[in-house]
């Protein structure tokens, strides 16, 4: 199975500063077609979770600008550039290339 | 507006069964295929099942497999997950997800207590 890593687990972050999540896979998430299936999303307290990111660095619908993502091969990361206190929750890293699907750990954000 | 809506879940002794509903409006049910992630009390979430939109290819966790079984009624745009030969560690919110790569939409999830 994929391993999903990611760091830190836990994010202190003052408001209007930027944050930080890496996400680390044990193989390489590109696919035949071209694509790498890799998604990060946010659950915040209480509520379901809501994919923010797509195919690596494809924002949402309805997604501030201030989130992004990148990377490639087996190294990702989830930008935000201003924390705001609606940003607090869990983020999580998924592959969506091989079988079976594979979540991070989840990344804890919270306001410092 | 998309919406998926997760029934059937409560608590069952440990060995029983149980199957989950998720109805979904809004969008061409067929077209999509369909997912069930888990999330056991105050950890994280956990990939459980993947079904194809024809229902042709379901995928399984290793956890899961042989005792879950994913199904569609694309005439219903219902989604299914039967779930037998349940143990503790099944205790979870199960959420219902669109899509296979990447959920794009999930619903509000329903709870699987396995206890006796």
């Known amino acids: 199975d994929v391993v999903m890593t990611q760091s830190p687990l836990s994010l202190p972050v003052t408001l209007g500063q930027p944050a930080s999540i890496s996400c680390r896979s044990s193989q390489s998430l590109g696919y035949s077609d071209g694509n790498t299936y890799l998604s990060w999303f946010q659950q915040r307290p209480g509520q379901s979770p809501r994919r923010l990111i797509y195919k690596v660095s494809n924002r949402d619908s309805g997604v501030p600008d201030r989130f992004s993502g990148s990377g490639s091969g087996t190294d990702f990361t989830l930008k935000i550039s201003r924390v705001e206190a609606e940003d607090v929750g869990v983020y999580y890293c998924m592959q969506g290339t091989h079988w079976p699907r594979t979540f991070g750990q989840g990344t804890k954000l919270e306001i410092k | 507006e998309v919406q998926l809506v997760e029934s059937g879940g409560g608590l069952v002794q440990p060995g029983g069964s149980l199957r989950l509903s998720c109805a979904a409006f809004?969008?061409?049910?067929?077209?999509?295929?369909m997912s069930w992630v888990r999330q056991a009390p105050g950890k994280g979430l956990e990939w459980v099942s993947t079904i194809t939109a024809g229902g042709g290819s379901t995928y399984f966790a290793d956890s899961v497999k042989g005792r879950f079984t994913i199904s569609r009624d694309n005439s219903k745009n219902t989604l299914y997950l039967q779930m037998d030969r349940l143990r503790d560690d099944d205790t979870a919110v199960y959420f219902c997800a669109r899509g296979q790569s990447g959920p794009d939409y999930w619903g509000q999830g329903t709870l699987v207590t396995v206890s006796s």
């Open positions: 809004g969008f061409v049910f067929r077209n999509s295929a």
